[in-house]
């Protein structure tokens, strides 16, 4: 699996869109880029995945750069429960079981 | 939805006790899983099934078995405790469509004396 690298911490003002990067420059053409959170020792959640289309759902937008070497979540309206580890993931789709690899995440903090 | 249900959320015991971690889901997923987290790290594998009948080592299966006698439960066994055991460990589940994510249950955190 590809590896990704994110920046270790952010800040983000409650109400304002938190943009979390992720550069994942040796991903393959059947790697998806997923995206889970880890609030306060709780399990991980998972946010919203992608192949090579922007992707959204009711929690959080993808985009994939065209040449998917990168990708953007996206919080659009950030609150204080948003506060939490992010960890960007790059996996081979398929059917087949497949471990998942936490590397060491980004921190958001959201703010009053 | 339940989801992912992990009991106990919270156990403590002695080097050498034996004890089972329950993990139960209603999603009809065929895949389940067992992970250990330890602080300030990523999560690893220890086991996996893919189906009912059929389980497989991870990363890290030492001191720990399992078995998938229904597609619902998934339970973790400790042989023989030890504080290297000491860890948060959290079962999670996925469907075996294409490309599906993995969804985790809220952790079991357990102490080893």
């Known amino acids: 699996d590809a590896k990704t690298t994110q920046p270790p911490s952010m800040d983000c003002a409650e109400g304002r869109a938190a943009n979390l990067p992720c550069n994942h420059s040796?991903?393959?053409?059947?790697?998806?880029v997923y995206w889970y959170r880890q609030i306060h020792s709780q399990g991980p959640q998972y946010i919203i995945h992608?192949?090579?289309n922007n992707e959204t759902n009711e929690m959080a937008s993808l985009i994939i750069t065209e040449d998917r070497k990168s990708s953007t979540l996206i919080l659009p309206h950030a609150t204080l429960r948003d506060t939490a580890v992010y960890y960007c993931i790059v996996r081979v789709g398929g059917t087949g079981f497949q471990k998942l690899v936490f590397g060491t995440g980004t921190r958001l903090l959201v703010s009053p | 939805n339940a989801g992912v249900t992990q009991t106990p959320k919270f156990q403590v015991l002695k080097t050498g006790q034996s004890m089972t971690l329950q993990c139960a889901q209603d999603?009809?997923?065929?895949?389940m899983s067992w992970y250990r987290q330890d602080p300030g790290m990523g999560l690893r594998l220890i086991h996996y099934?893919?189906?009912?009948?059929?389980?497989d080592q991870g990363e890290v299966p030492n001191g720990y078995n399992v078995s998938r006698s229904t597609t619902e439960d998934f339970p973790l066994r400790l042989l023989s405790a030890a504080p290297s055991q000491t860890s948060v460990y959290f079962c999670?589940?996925?469907?075996?469509?294409?490309?599906?994510?993995?969804?985790f249950g809220d952790g079991t955190r357990l102490s080893i004396l």
């Open positions: 999603m009809n997923h065929e895949y």
């Open positions: 999670a589940s996925s469907s075996n469509s294409d490309s599906q994510p993995q969804h």
């Open positions: 040796t991903i393959s053409g059947n790697e998806y």
């Open positions: 992608g192949l090579k």
């Open positions: 099934s893919v189906g009912a009948g059929i389980t």
